[in-house]
């Protein structure tokens, strides 16, 4: 009885190892396979991850890329090939077209969408100077990169974005919680049907009502995700290619003067002994992507242009190339502190030198020197200029009183006036009425001889 029982053992165990052996060669087989298909240019399985299928295509030493795949503008477009997983994708993509005609390209944009079966869905259109074309398309998400291949080739492709967004787990979410509103408001219609009351109706017909519009919110919302994914959405941005000139300006600064500016360029702040010498440094820079002709450089304050500019290196006269710089320099005296104004300014030309209408590259810095007083005894010189100074400044507070004076210039007339009128009147007989005539006394005897 053992022995039959060691024996069926050792059989199963045998059964078990023919079984395994058997699995691992069929494993080795189908990765022999597979390796096969992908030494012979087969393309691997495809991988999903979050919605967005991404297909891994097996290396190929002896392939070129494809040229066709890169825009004018040096932008790779990105592919995104919708591929039916049975899921809920959302597929938007942004792109920015810069053409040499804003109307037609929209034009054209749009009939490409149309021949797809799409249609445009919005559209903003900025005129002169800068003209601009915002179009927003709906296309089937089985044409959605097709339509990104077609709208990027209308003109120079500057930027892309595309983007998948899967919402199948929000559209069942919604789906779940509209069967059950659905199922409430069942559930209280038929409450309602048996209510008795004016208050019991009252309240169901109050929950009835918010349940129904939570319902149709939710419906609302399931339709806009559906749209959303039934349709691809593209944003368009069509823009003008023109030139781009920009100019940059760098101030600084040097104590002294060599003559040449060999110490340019210099500091960004100078501090300098009142009327000590102070050498300014112009480095110009042409930053855009257009030729740039007729540099021109003043400064108000310094009350100088490019002609009394000292050239580093470079030529002024001649056409600055994009990052092409030029470096000028001014020998300067620091009578008082300074506070320069320097602009810089080129016309942009095209690449046969004619001038590009309404369009100028400028720009305008401002540096500062501050002048301090050295100290010490001054001289006969400095004293001298001293006083100068001290009696020009005296003349002008004078000019200065005498103008704020000048509108009260009639006061001390009236006033003069007003004084002589006073006076002669004081001067004037005063009149008043005739006094009576003076009695005449009587004499002492008479008065005597009436009373006898």
Same mark, same amino acid.
């Given at each position: 009885m053992q022995r039959n029982i060691h024996l069926r053992r050792i059989l199963a165990a045998l059964s078990v190892l023919v079984l395994v052996a058997a699995a691992c060669s069929s494993v080795r087989e189908s990765f022999s396979d597979q390796s096969a298909g992908l030494a012979a240019g087969?393309?691997?399985?495809?991988?999903?991850?979050?919605?967005?299928t991404t297909t891994t295509a097996a290396p190929e030493s002896s392939a070129e890329p494809d040229r066709s795949l890169v825009g004018s503008g040096g932008v790779t477009p990105v592919?995104?090939?919708?591929? @039916? $997983?049975g899921r809920d994708i959302i597929f938007?993509? @942004? $792109?920015?077209?810069?053409?040499?005609?804003?109307?037609k390209a929209g034009e054209e944009a749009t009939r490409i969408v149309s021949s797809l079966g799409g249609f445009i869905f919005g559209q903003h259109t900025i005129g002169a100077p800068n003209p601009q074309s915002v179009l927003t398309f709906k296309v089937f998400p089985e044409d959605f990169q097709t339509a990104l291949d077609r709208l990027g080739s209308i003109g120079e492709l500057r930027s892309q974005n595309v983007s998948a967004d899967d919402v199948t787990e929000?559209?069942?979410?919604?789906k779940s919680r509209i069967n059950t509103a659905e199922a409430s408001v069942e559930r209280l219609r038929g409450f309602l049907e048996t209510a008795q009351g004016v208050e019991a109706v009252a309240a169901l017909e109050s929950q009835l009502l918010q349940r129904e519009t939570e319902l149709e919110t939710l419906r609302g919302q399931l339709r806009t995700l559906e749209d959303m994914v039934s349709l691809a959405t593209i944003v368009l941005t069509i823009t003008e290619d023109t030139a781009r000139p920009e100019i940059r300006l760098i101030v600084t600064a040097y104590p002294g003067h060599?003559?040449?500016?060999?110490?340019?360029?210099?500091?960004?702040?100078l501090t300098v002994d009142e009327g000590g010498p102070a050498t300014l440094c112009f480095e110009v820079t042409n930053v855009g992507d257009t030729l740039l002709t007729d540099l021109a450089l003043r400064d108000p304050i310094l009350d100088i242009t490019i002609d009394d500019t000292i050239v580093v290196f470079g030529d002024p006269s001649a056409t600055i190339e994009p990052g092409q710089s030029i470096l000028l320099a001014y020998e300067a005296t620091a009578e008082r502190d300074i506070r320069t104004q320097t602009t810089a300014t080129a016309q942009p030309v095209a690449e046969d030198g004619t001038p590009l209408p309404g369009r100028e590259a400028a720009v305008t810095v401002t540096f500062f020197i501050d002048a301090v007083d050295p100290g010490g005894i001054p001289t006969f010189t400095e004293g001298l200029k001293a006083s100068y100074k001290v009696l020009v400044q005296l003349g002008q507070f004078?000019?200065?009183l005498a103008g704020?004076?000048?509108p009260f210039i009639w006061v001390p007339a009236v006033l003069w006036l007003a004084w002589r009128w006073q006076t002669t009147r004081r001067r004037q007989p005063m009149t008043s009425a005739p006094l009576p005539p003076p009695s005449v006394p009587e004499p002492v005897g008479a008065g005597?001889?009436?009373?006898?």
């Open positions: 087969d393309a691997a399985p495809e991988t999903t991850f979050a919605g967005a592919l995104a090939q919708p591929i @039916d $997983l938007t993509a @942004d $792109l920015v077209v810069a053409v040499t005609d804003v109307v929000r559209v069942v979410d919604i060599d003559g040449a500016g060999l110490s340019c360029p210099g500091g960004e702040g004078l000019l200065l704020s004076l000048l005597a001889k009436k009373e006898d």
